[in-house]
């Protein structure tokens, strides 16, 4: 007794809370610190409405020396809180000199074993930082944390984009979501707008400082290990007058230490020698700048470009140093793979990661030149992990507005007089949605689209599965379009997905529903794995299920295509239905007409028919009946599978018919677009009339 | 020094001064005095001076600014100098006499002077005149300290920090993770039974700065929006078409949001689900194809039409070339199953509706029973071929005996002698709990000297009804025997449903709205003998039938099924049914299997050897089962509903007990329209050939077969 089961491996709040000896505010400050959560136990022996924690949690609590600093804390709380009330001053401030500290680092490596641990963790962490960084200092919030954070916040969106980790872009309502991919994981992040945030008086501080605690630590070490993995300096240089300046990213610099890459046990000696260094440098730099304290307004360009220049060569170093042999490799074998088409498995993989490649570099070979009242971080974060190059109109600025080499001119206002501007130079003049959604289509999208003043495409959340949602807007068919012109997604695989859609939205044919179930079938239960059991087998497993479901599309279209070439009707299905109904009826009917007078056989009424109508009624028979025992089939579930099956069914109804209100919502607005053009076009021609 | 003024009137000049005190001098308005002198003489009024007076006085009088009026003495003052200077003082706020000193000098009483004899005769210390060793001591620390270059100023406050500061210093940022962490296995158990908290969801469309338009909501939606509760809402926030990057504001919830996922993360319960991931189809059991499950009726070909009003029951003769139906038109009809020709056509009409009509089971007597109202009528078809008439004909001679004394005349006594016996019957039986009557002959026991008979006498009557419409081509020596109904009797009350047993020698007759026991009768045809088997009645009776093949007989009440044994009187078993209501009952050729019907559109299947509790209740039509049918030979049953559809399943019964009885759906029919709320009422199966035959409301009858 006591020794097995939910009695002894759940323990409720009070009791952990008892065991402890904490009140419940420092216990709820170590469960934050800790990651200590509630749990759902599986019998909840002592009552529903309580609370019930993990007993392994709070023994790991109980030894935490943490609780010995929070025993700590309490103690010097009552020496301040003495001294005080005896009005002795002096011996409060001496007092309050000794604080006891808290170090977290060890509750990192505890929470995070595994840095691939960490690195999925990552995405609280990542908004929690951007949001503080944007915050207002006051009250809880001090100055010293939202500095600390926007320095962190910088130096990982410089991370991001040096190692060209960033995979998409989507400006939303609520700020902008970023997605990277580190270590094969993809991290998300929301930056908030650049503007003051409203705080409401609900809001507990309390807890979201307790978070920062931990995050700030937590990140610092994660960074730390991630520049060191690409064998950076760890803290970046940050060029203090270009930071002035207002270049966020392009006023920070870490050095290859070159040597620091492979040997991980050497990795912190050496990259502590760097800092060390470093900062010796930095003193240099100092010096010499006091020097040229003077002309210094003059040669901040040109030590920027310099600067440009280094970053440059070293990122095209980089490239040689890494990549050079196996893009040597990857360009032998596309033309391989050119040479002979019917190469398989192989040489997917190889145009795979060309394709990745290339989209790393999406904005290579361009030069962006960013107007004032375009956000300076985004536009810097964006280009700069794509391979551009950007300037903006301001101090520091790397190259002028008017040079020759800008290629394209981010702009964010109505209509400026261009002809002007730009009417010497060859440049395109875009907004900056268009930068975003090149980002996400993988392709540089037509520049037409989103010049200055015009009215934009609708931006596209790029998070979206389509397949899943049912729903395409028109903007993705077009973008999709230009993908499969460009190279970037597999015609075939989107071909099919619209068939699929178009299928699924045209009618509820049973030739679609006993495919559904041949799938559903084959696909059986899948349950969701706990995702921290190995990934390698269900990577494999993926693998072969899009294999599989590639050789079913394959099998059904071959069908289809068959069927269709027997019948040589090109026929919607929602056609077929009707005439099936209809022809239902008209046999049901001449049935009865059939069997009143004389008993006959009904099947002979549709002699007179051509043979093609007989293979065409043959096929709707065929349906009719499947259908039907379809509906048979359901009705002898047992009645726990029906409710299932029903709740199922209510969901999936519930889909359609969400997609189905936005299809006809998007067709009264191209109505309405229609309606309000058609008029003015008459009108113009009334004109000239 | 306090200045007095001598402000006392005690030590004035000697005028004469009033002695009454300070009382209210209007008590004095009456009288011309004002009070008493101190020798108690009055102080008389002196004449009031009138404005002329005062004015002249004011002329004359060089004191006339400081006369004041002194009421009490009545008389006249002229103030001071002083005294008006007090008054200005008073006025001001000082004190009021000018010589006061509000800051005397301070008078040391105890005097500051050292005096000689001290308070206490304690000695000094020795300490308190000489050098502190501890003192020494200290200072010499602190120079060895300073010597030794490790003397921190500030004390033990500025140590601790120094230290603090150096540790601080050491530990930086360093290389937590190893790279052969990663491949190691997660040692501890709490971190194996970590559930990472779910991510965030990503944005959708809605929530991009510029969505598609068919995102944004319109007015209505928007109004629905604001009417929701803020947990119910699809988003939360409003999608918003900005034309232009710059036009995004900032969004007001992000803290308050980032603060409710911080909540989550650290206060929300966690717990591994396993979700799901089925497709709906593949819950849907996968039953045989029905076509390897042929024969069974699938289409529609022949309708049986002459009826006026619905059909309410049919039923195929023996050798299956014949069939009857009743109606609601009082007629009964014969028709031939292979050409749908109406046969013959008797009107019943005299004894009202038609609710049931069975053929007799002996393919060799051709007789149907009908009910009709109150009565039952036994019919001769006059189908088969003559030796069938004739053995009809003796199967009835002890009925047609009786009905001919009764209509020779005698028929009035018998009737009365009938009902006292049943009256002295019932008062015999009221001891018995429940009973039953078994046919001595029937089953060979003869021990029935215990049993209590509750024989009654009905009244038989030789029916005079002419067929309404007959074919004169049969002009033959069968001519010779009567066809049509030959003989009836009439209940108390109106009789719903009449079975025959398998021999064909009993009938099981449902009166449902008779009184107590009178409700279920049981009728012997060869005998002309008839009797209530049931003392009491088991409840409201929906439905009557014989066993197949045991002396059982099945009763189906409004939501039980009941089996008595007939011979040992007793209850043999209860089945409990589930539904409300039920309405129809057939039981399976082998006798171990039944369905039943329920207006709660169930169909229920029982196995009698597994208990109580139905083996399978289906749930498919839309409206009440009015009736339910196995087929004899083929393994198949089917259903018919107010709905207007019959749906026919295939309802294979092993013989292995260990092995349950496969149902399979196989047909749905549809044929019979609806009229009012009456689909399809009545179904029956041909007894040699995979066909059925449906009665509907609309007055149709369906023939359908396996084609």
Redesign the interface.
Known sequence: KGKAGPNAEFITRSAAMRKLQITLKDF?RL??LKG?????PTKPLKGVDK??Y?V??IS?IANEPLLEKFREFKAFMKKIRRAAGRNQFTEAR?VN??KP?M?L?HL??ER?????D?V??L??CL??IH?FAA?PSAGRITAERTSACAKLSREWQYFVSKSHSLRKV??????I?YQAEVMGETI?WLV??A??????P???FR??VT?MEFYEIFF??VL??LY?KEGWQ?PPQVDEKLDLAGCCLLAMKSDNSSTAATV??K??KK?AAAAADSSAKKAQVTAVDAKEFAGQVKSLPEFLKQQQDEEDDDEEEDDLDISAPLTAAFSDLQRHATEDDDNDREVFQRSEAAQQDQRANLFNKLTFFVNR???LSIMQLCITAFGGRVSWDGPGAPYASDDRSITHHVV??PVQNQATAAGSVAREYI???WVFDSINAGVLLPVRLYAPGA??P????P??DDEK?GYL???REEVQKLQIEAGVLDGSAVTTTTEKAASSKASKSTNS?TT??V???K??????E???SEEEEEEEDSESEEEEEDSEEDDEEEVDSEAEELLEVPTSSKQSSKQNNSSNNSS?SS??AA??P??Q???TTSNKKGPKAIVQQAKVAKQSEAE??????????SKK?KK??DK??YG?QQKQEGVKR??D??RA?EKAADASTTPKQQTKKQRRA | MLHVDDLSSDDEDGTRRNTVGRVPLHWYDAFDHVGYDISGEKMMKRKGKDSIDMALQEKDNPNASRLVYDMYNDREVVLSERQLEIIRRIQAGAFAHAEFNDTPDYIDYVSGEKEIMPLSMVPERKAAFQPSKWEMKKVLQIAKAIEEGRYVFGGKTAQKLKEREEKAQQSGIYLIWKDEDDEGELESRRQRYHLPAPKMPLPGHAESYNPPDEYLLTPEEEAKYDAMDPSERPYNFKPKKHTCLRHVAAYSNLVKERFERCLDLYLCPRKLKQRLNIDPEALVPKLPQPRELKPFPNSLVLQFAGHEGAVTCLDVSPDGQYMVSGGEDGTLRLWEVDTGLCRESWSLKEFGKITSAVWNPDAMTPVVAVTAGNTLVLVTPGTGDLEASETAETFLSAILETAEAVTAGAGAKDERGAKTGADKAEQSDDSDADASDADDDHDGRQGGAKQQRRDMKVSWHRSAATPASSSSVRANAKDKYVRGPRVHFSLDASIAQVSWHHKGDYLVVLSPLAQGGRAISVHQVSKAKSQFPFAKSPGRVQAVRFHPFLPCLLVVTQQQVKLYHLVEQKLVKTLLSGCKWLSSVDIHPSGDHLIVGSYDRRVVWFDLDLGATPYKTLKFHEKAVRGVSFHKRYPLFASASDDGSVHVFHGMVYNDLTKNPLLVPLKVLRGHGTEGELGVLTLAFHPKQPWLFTAGADGLINLYQDI
């Open positions: 709820r469960c934050i200590v959560y509630p749990r759902v609370i019930y993990d392994k949690d790991y001496r000199e000794l500290r170090v680092d990192v490596k995070y074993p595994r840095f691939i960490a999925r963790d995405d609280d908004c929690m949001l915050l989507f400006v939303s309502v609520k700020g979501y998300n908030p707008h503007f003051t945030q409203h705080i409401p609900a809001v507990d807890v979201m978070f610092k070490f730390y290990k060191a760890y991980s046990t990795e912190s990259v009242e375009v956000p964010d206002r907004q900056p949605q009215k934009l609708p931006h596209l959340s998070f979206v949602e807007p028109r903007f529903k559904a179930n799938a559903g079938k696909r059986a239960i899948d349950v969701d706990d995702e921290s049901s049935k009865k069997a009143k004389e008993a056989p009904a099947t039907e025992l379809h509906e048979l089939s359901v009705s002898m579930m599978t299932l099956y199922m069914q999936i936005l299809e919502k998007r607005v």
